[in-house]
């Protein structure tokens, strides 16, 4: 996930969500573990470790995690992957005739001039197999994610709930503790308050050199999973889950301090409620979008930033070799 030679690392993920037509196919006791390997080479990732449950399987890579249950699979790379490449495998290994939907997302990159592809790169290769339709949250010219969704006749259910958190620029504090030497998985669990957030939960994390983290967790059909990219200049950590992120956020947000956030979520109806009782009023909302997919999902998203105390020094950049930050 990070060579020692990298100073920048992207931590923004693609995500991709494909639900089967479970009578046709179980993703949990019809395919096997070489399968997923290579679906995730294909995006030019690897796993590294996995845990798994009744219902569940939980596979940690190289970029991000990959989930699969019964009925569906979700991937989320970062870094300079291609994780439409790894839809494109399932599609073929498997066939449209038994997909009965497709999402995929992607958000703001650090170092978008870096990526193998763009989100039209994306959504090009994706509609050569299915009709679909794209909209992007937030603004250009700042935080925004893009949601590409199949255009069939799949409605999702209302209790088919997802959670975001992504941070940017998390404080000195954090930063400096989360790439201080000798870190072990247990003392970032700690520093995160993972086992007391989660206490029902099985962990399957890995500390990378020189720094960034990666933990999947799982309880039941539940999930999570936080990727942390913690190298001053570019942090970013990530929050995915099924369980409610935004009543997480206080806890979190006061624990990482960032800069400023975002908040994406998927049939939360009372997402404005939510927001307004457990995000900070020290943060100001800067954007706030509802809106509802033609698949049934009712999506929100939000970004929060930490208004400038004092003026900020330029940063200085290395204009010898190559560079992602130039």
Known sequence: MFGEQLLFF???????????????L????DISDEFWAQLVNCCNAQILSSIRNDVCKAFLLSESSLFVWDDRFLILTCGETVTVKSVEFFIEQVGMD???????????????????????????????????????????????NYVFCQQNDYKADDNDKTYELLAYQICE???????????????????????????????DDFVFDPYGYSVNAICGKDYLTIHITPQQGSSYVSFESSINLIVMAPKLLSILKPASFDLLSFNEQNFAELTSEYISAEYVNSAKIKHTLDNGYFVCFANYILPAQQYSKPTLLDISGENNAL
């Open 98 to 144: 038994k997909i009965e939907h497709v999402i995929y997302q992607r958000k703001n990159e650090y170092f978008a001039q870096a990526q193998l592809s763009s989100f039209g790169d994306d959504i090009r290769l994706l509609s050569e197999h299915m009709s679909g339709n794209a909209c992007r949250f937030g603004e250009l010219d700042g935080h925004h």
């Open 173 to 203: 504090q954090a930063s400096k503790k989360l790439t201080s030497p000798g870190l072990s998985t247990l003392d970032i669990r700690q520093f995160l308050t993972l086992q007391d957030l989660l206490p029902n939960f099985v962990f």
């Open 10 to 24: 992207e931590g923004s993920e693609k995500k991709a969500e494909v639900l089967i037509d479970n009578s046709k």
């Open 26 to 29: 179980s993703l949990l006791n």
